[in-house]
């Protein structure tokens, strides 16, 4: 067994500690990375909050991880010790079901085993990636390029194939009209992803603070959710609308907004349920959709468009001591624009 300090904590919303927890063994299709940087994505706090419900404690959050291998098992064909690897959402699947079959292990029927707070199919505790070393099979494994930081590229393996999967699953191509509810961590991705596929792109957000930087990303325009008038403005506007927020919504009000045939797409995930009338939906065709990051073909896809097209997310690095107060300041949205945090600081 491989011994390795992680961050964990022992239930809902308790304080991280410094702890020892053992990796398995190299299995003959195993990678033994070693953990340069774990990015903290707002639903590693709704894990370790326990606000979705069936949290395993202790847990080790992080499911953003970019390191370096140092071993590998005996049949691995695809890395060999030093290449720089990501891991992202999930680290097994069952491999014949049709989903995973056409590249969508996030959706398989068996059930997919996520990085940390899932049941592997032995029935042991997965632990993410705020942790110094993970052991993962390699078709769970993604190549990181060159021209990306580890740093830079940590929020990619869930952040980045969140919001690229389902722009390219609605065919954003040049002509579309696609707006981005939110300029957080998900949503000054997605607006970089829309604009690098030729969109035109508007972001909707609470206030006006964040439109200097929403245009530097490639938004073409930008609008106050917080004034009335902008739902009127825009009414019957845009082909997609791509909700990257995790608070509930006037799901009607955003509805209204699309054109016939239109889609919004959630992958922000709040808490408390939605509510939304038909009549929304059925008067000009509109659709209300969702969808869960990407398969392990579409995140390396996701990379490889990201270090062709100059995609990267705006960070603030921090040490392993520092997770307590990043999770208070994401819930004050006091962060530009994603937190990574530096294990060689654990």
């Given at each position: 067994m491989c011994k390795t300090h992680v961050l964990s904590v022992k239930?809902?919303?308790?304080?991280?500690?410094?702890?020892?927890?053992e990796r398995r063994e190299l299995r003959a299709n195993d990678v033994l990375i070693d953990i340069k940087f774990s990015g903290i994505c707002h639903s590693d706090i709704h894990s370790a909050f326990d606000e979705w419900g069936g949290g395993i404690f202790p847990m080790v959050p992080g499911h953003e991880i970019a390191g370096v291998v140092s071993a590998i098992g005996t049949e691995v064909k695809r890395y060999k010790v030093g290449d720089r690897v990501g891991v992202g959402c999930f680290v097994d699947s069952c491999g014949e079901c049709e989903y995973?079959?056409?590249?969508?292990?996030?959706?398989?029927?068996?059930?997919?085993?996520?990085?940390?707070?899932?049941?592997?199919y032995d029935g042991n505790p997965t632990y993410g990636g705020y942790s110094q070393?993970?052991?993962?099979?390699?078709?769970?494994?993604?190549?990181?390029?060159?021209?990306?930081?580890?740093?830079?590229?940590?929020?990619?393996?869930?952040?980045?194939?969140?919001?690229?999967?389902?722009l390219k699953k609605w065919n954003v191509s040049p002509g579309k009209k696609v707006a981005i509810v939110g300029m957080g961590g998900l949503g000054h991705l997605a607006v970089q992803y829309a604009h690098a596929m030729g969109?035109?792109?508007?972001?909707?957000?609470?206030?006006?603070?964040k439109k200097d930087e929403a245009i530097e990303f490639g938004a073409d325009y930008y609008f106050a959710t917080s004034d009335p008038a902008t739902f009127t403005e825009l009414a019957n506007s845009f082909d997609l609308i791509l909700n990257t927020v995790s608070a509930n919504l006037n799901v009607d009000a955003y509805l209204s907004m699309l054109r016939v045939d239109g889609t919004l797409v959630n992958?922000?995930?709040?808490?408390?349920?939605?509510?939304?009338?038909?009549?929304?939906?059925?008067?000009?065709?509109?659709?209300?959709?969702?969808?869960?990051?990407?398969?392990?073909?579409?995140?390396?896809?996701?990379?490889?468009?990201?270090?062709q097209h100059g995609i990267a997310p705006k960070i603030e690095v921090i040490r392993?001591?520092?997770?307590?107060?990043?999770?208070?300041?994401?819930?004050?949205?006091?962060?530009r624009y994603r937190f990574v945090i530096d294990m060689s600081t654990m």
């Open positions: 239930g809902p919303k308790a304080p991280f500690e410094k702890t020892i927890i995973c079959l056409r590249g969508d292990e996030q959706y398989c029927t068996k059930g997919v085993i996520n990085t940390y707070n899932s049941l592997d070393k993970i052991v993962v099979k390699e078709e769970f494994v993604v190549r990181i390029p060159e021209v990306l930081g580890l740093d830079v590229a940590s929020p990619l393996l869930c952040a980045g194939v969140t919001t690229y999967s389902p969109a035109d792109v508007t972001v909707l957000s609470q206030s006006m603070n992958v922000g995930a709040p808490a408390e349920p939605d509510q939304f009338s038909v009549f929304s939906l059925i008067m000009s065709r509109r659709n209300l959709a969702g969808s869960l990051v990407g398969g392990i073909r579409e995140t390396q896809e996701m990379l490889d468009f990201s270090a392993a001591d520092q997770v307590d107060e990043a999770y208070e300041r994401v819930l004050r949205s006091d962060v």
